[in-house]
């Protein structure tokens, strides 16, 4: 077993002040007492940050963006495509994403389709996608501008919102109509296009959706959706929503929100509300929400400093660190990470000051017990 000193430890969920953290590759320990393991470091000790949503690898530093690689041109539906299928692990924003204290990327598809296909939670510290890939966050979709704004791709292309939500509206209702058949014993999941079976499992609740939504009144329209079909959805942005009553309404419709990017430019029209300002309305509503860089729109190795717009109304340091560990893992059900509690995964950072201090930085970072990067 190895240890760390913590002189301030953010577990996750609270703060503690001068214990130690033994560790393996899962966590072993935390207390005051000294362990019997070799001490590794001393300073402040944070969680390992996980990134809600970013299209790293896809979209990959130093590479023309002719050969980036987040939205599939094909068709507006594309159930079968997975975002991890598209990553290289050697882009060089993993390696400074992980000197940041980033380890845990949630890799999603484009907003460019109706439905772009299933994103992965990955492991950033790892050289191959076998080892990087964790699991299967959900199924992403989009509502709003983007998928109107790709006519000029192959398929058959929405030119309007009511467009894009009648093609994912005729796909959850034909899935409804095999489910019935399939329960009828007329067929079986032999002779079920795996399309559809990707829809059944929408339906079933085994995916979530990942709605790329910004503007309050899409957000309701998400709600409908999940209302009508009965369906588990993870509302992913929402930098327009200026109003609490409907991230009030997300809360009690159980939909929670990865938020942002913030820190970007509002480049359309649908983002002529956001300001980082609404930090304090995410805070007030009480809807439970992480946060994303959606990198490269704002570089994850970054994603961190978004904290300070949620300090600045506010929000203590420890709950501010969850947003970006604990509550993350959370909403995209990844267990054992996202905490430094027993049991959990030793994916740790070691800080030479408190990480809110503008001259912090990792010293260490130790991903699932192994040190993947020492200043």
Do not use: C
């Not at 953290?21 to 899962?26: E, H, L, T, Y």
């Not at 790293?56 to 991890?84: Q, T």
């Not at 860089?293 to 340091?317: A, C, E, W, Y």
């Amino acid at each position: 077993m190895n240890a760390l000193k913590a002189n301030v430890l953010y577990d996750g969920d609270s703060v503690k002040k001068n214990v130690y953290v033994g560790f393996s590759d899962k966590i072993e320990y935390v207390g005051s007492e000294k362990p019997d393991a070799e001490i590794m470091g001393e300073g402040v000790v944070t969680p390992a940050f996980i990134d809600g949503h970013s299209h790293i690898g896809m979209v990959r530093s130093g590479e023309p963006s002719a050969e980036e690689e987040s939205n599939e041109h094909m068709d507006p539906v594309l159930p079968m495509l997975r975002a991890i299928d598209s990553v290289y692990m050697d882009d060089a924003a993993f390696q400074e994403s992980v000197e940041n204290g980033v380890l845990y990327s949630t890799v999603l598809p484009g907003s460019g389709n109706v439905l772009g296909g299933m994103g992965q939670l990955i492991r950033n510290f790892a050289t191959n996608v076998k080892d990087a890939h964790i699991k299967d966050v959900g199924v992403k979709v989009a509502f709003g501008y983007n998928p109107r704004s790709t006519v000029d791709w192959k398929g058959d292309r929405p030119y309007t919102r009511m467009g894009a939500l009648a093609i994912l509206r005729e796909r959850l209702i034909k899935a409804r109509k095999i489910r019935s058949i399939i329960q009828s014993g007329k067929k079986t999941m032999d002779e079920i296009d795996p399309g559809d079976e990707v829809f059944l499992d929408i339906l079933d609740g085994k995916h979530k959706l990942m709605a790329h939504t910004h503007k309050a009144d899409d957000a309701y329209v998400l709600m409908d959706l999940a209302r009508t079909f009965g369906i588990r959805i993870i509302l992913n942005h929402g930098l327009d929503i200026t109003d609490l009553s409907v991230l009030k309404d997300l809360s009690a419709q159980n939909i929670p929100l990865i938020y942002g990017p913030m820190d970007s430019l509002p480049y359309k029209v649908e983002l002529k509300h956001e300001t980082w300002r609404n930090a304090r309305i995410v805070m007030d509503s009480g809807i439970k929400f992480g946060l994303m860089s959606d990198h490269p729109v704002i570089l994850q190795r970054n994603i961190f400093l978004t904290l300070r717009h949620f300090l600045r109304f506010g929000m203590s340091k420890e709950e501010a660190i969850s947003h970006l560990t604990s509550t993350t893992a959370e909403i995209i059900e990844a267990e054992n990470i996202g905490r430094v509690r027993n049991g959990y995964d030793a994916s740790l950072v070691l800080w030479n000051k408190d990480p809110f201090d503008l001259e912090a930085h990792p010293v260490m970072v130790f991903g699932e017990g192994k040190k993947v990067f020492s200043d």
